[in-house]
């Protein structure tokens, strides 16, 4: 049978195109298929290889003696074990073959047989989120990081429970014979096993029956699960199953698929439902088991979060990032998945919406307009209108002067330091005024007070009707000479 070449369509499995940021795991690993139709040229590793100019190709299948063939397949070795988040297969079609359907089948895949996830561990699209410590062989939903399993001891949908009483020591007061139902089989997470002990009731002579398990410490208890079997010959053998002919399936939102027996009541929920029948989804708000937990994040468009997991199924609101949406941006950054960088402009930036209180000389919603006729932080400060044009620096204030720097500052900003120091210098200069002038007043009462002094020791004597005046004496005679006055001659004409 031959084939002519013709065009292509691609057929995407997953829903997504082929951009990708998770990991191409199959290509260039090793692949094989069940024939090769002709030459080499179709070899399977050609799927893999990440060229679109070569196919794999099988031998053609179909109906009847012309077609030995009955089966194909074509298989890859990724070489460990992964999370696989799609597998995306590109089709080669032959038009000229109408009736290809109805007689054969010819697989062929041109480029591009592709394996995208993450290697074990790890979750997201850039595969660079570690998942919960505590799931089993380090598993996780490749896109939601949640746990498959648990590791033992551990509980809830992140593992994050821990669970009390795995393998603990526990007892009981009397086990039934035959097969092992010892009461440790209820503490070893497997529900395989039970612990079983001896029929009490009217006609036996076992009354009484108890189990106990020892934590080996004291906690705080925050809920307890107990899984019943029956084995009275009315029961159901197999878990997920109720009923009298145990064929009624157990409500999918059971935990643990196990119901009652007798009506199909669960024992407990699944996560993020709740009812007797666990039909009822949490309110909004709430998630987890037995819808006990309070949803902390900030999610898109005020959306509730999952009721199931707590988290944004549609991402986070602006300013906020972290599984749960509880984290706000880091420092310098804003905005949807915390991907704006703030203005560097800003003195502070609102982790929402990137609304900044400025640094001096800027202004508005991101500080990107510069201040007029204003200065300072946030251009708060309104320039002085002695300014010219009132105009200053944005910075700092200062007055603008023939468009250049003048060394005053703003005058409204300087009026009153400037009063102040004339005030002090007319109060320093009238102060020394008024010392200058006390200085002099009180040198010439000095002086005036000297020469008084100087007359007083000076000492007429008069006697009456005698021609003689005494003579006058100081502490030193020598100074001075007698004085003799004529009795006829006039005393005042003749003092010479």
Not at 172 to 189: C, E, I, K
Not at 423 to 451: E, N, P, Q, W
Request: charged letters at 20%; hydrophobic letters at 30%.
């Amino acid at each position: 049978m031959k084939y002519n070449d013709c065009d292509c369509y691609v057929l995407i499995f997953s829903g997504l195109t082929l951009a990708f940021t998770y990991d191409d795991l199959s290509y260039k690993k090793v692949a094989s298929q069940s024939s090769t139709e002709g030459r080499l040229y179709y070899k399977a590793d050609n799927a893999v290889d990440g060229e679109t100019t070569t196919c794999m190709r099988a031998i053609p299948i179909g109906i009847g003696y012309s077609y030995p063939e009955k089966t194909v397949w074509w298989k890859v070795d990724l070489g460990g074990l992964y999370s696989i988040h799609s597998i995306n297969i590109l089709f080669k079609n032959y038009d000229d073959l109408d009736d290809l359907g109805k007689y054969s089948v010819d697989i062929i895949f041109k480029n591009y047989a592709g394996y995208y996830g993450c290697r074990f561990g790890v979750y997201g699209i850039s595969c660079d989120q570690p998942c919960p410590t505590n799931c089993k062989n380090k598993m996780c939903h490749i896109v939601k990081g949640t746990c498959f399993e648990c590791k033992p001891g551990w509980i809830g949908i992140l593992c994050e429970t821990n669970d009390l009483s795995y393998k603990q020591i526990a007892s009981q007061l009397h086990t039934f014979p035959g097969v092992s139902y010892d009461a440790g089989n209820a503490v070893d997470r497997d529900l395989s096993t039970c612990m079983r002990t001896r029929e009490i009731g009217v006609n036996s002579s076992y009354k009484t029956v108890w189990w106990k398990v020892d934590f080996g410490g004291m906690y705080n208890i925050y809920s307890i699960n107990i899984v019943f079997r029956s084995y009275n010959g009315s029961g159901c053998k197999m878990p997920g199953v109720y009923g009298s002919k145990c064929d009624n399936l157990c409500p999918i939102n059971c935990k643990d698929s196990t119901c009652r027996v007798e009506n199909g009541n669960c024992f407990g929920c699944k996560p993020g439902w709740i009812g007797t029948s666990c039909d009822m989804k949490c309110t909004e708000g709430l998630y987890g088991f037995n819808c006990s937990r309070q949803c902390t994040g900030h999610c898109r468009e005020t959306i509730p979060c999952n009721h199931v997991t707590g988290m944004c199924d549609e991402g986070c609101a602006a300013g906020w990032a972290g599984m749960f949406c509880e984290e706000a941006c880091q420092r310098g950054y804003y905005g949807t998945n915390c991907s704006l960088p703030c203005s560097p402009n800003c003195k502070t930036c609102r982790h929402t919406d990137g609304l900044c209180f400025c640094k001096a000389g800027w202004m508005g919603h991101n500080c990107s307009d510069e201040c007029i006729q204003s200065y300072g932080e946030n251009c708060q400060y309104p320039c002085s209108g002695q300014c010219i044009n009132r105009t200053c620096d944005r910075f700092t204030g200062n007055c603008w002067c023939d468009f250049k720097h003048d060394n005053l500052r703003n005058f409204e900003t300087t009026d009153a330091p400037s009063t102040s120091v004339w005030i002090v210098a007319f109060s320093l200069s009238l102060v020394i005024h008024i010392i200058f002038i006390s200085a002099t007043l009180i040198s010439r009462r000095k002086t005036l007070l000297k020469r008084k002094s100087t007359t007083d020791n000076v000492d007429f004597a008069w006697r009456s009707g005698s021609n003689t005046v005494q003579t006058a004496t100081t502490d030193n005679p020598s100074h001075y000479q007698e004085l003799r006055v004529s009795k006829d001659d006039n005393a005042y004409q003749t003092l010479q």
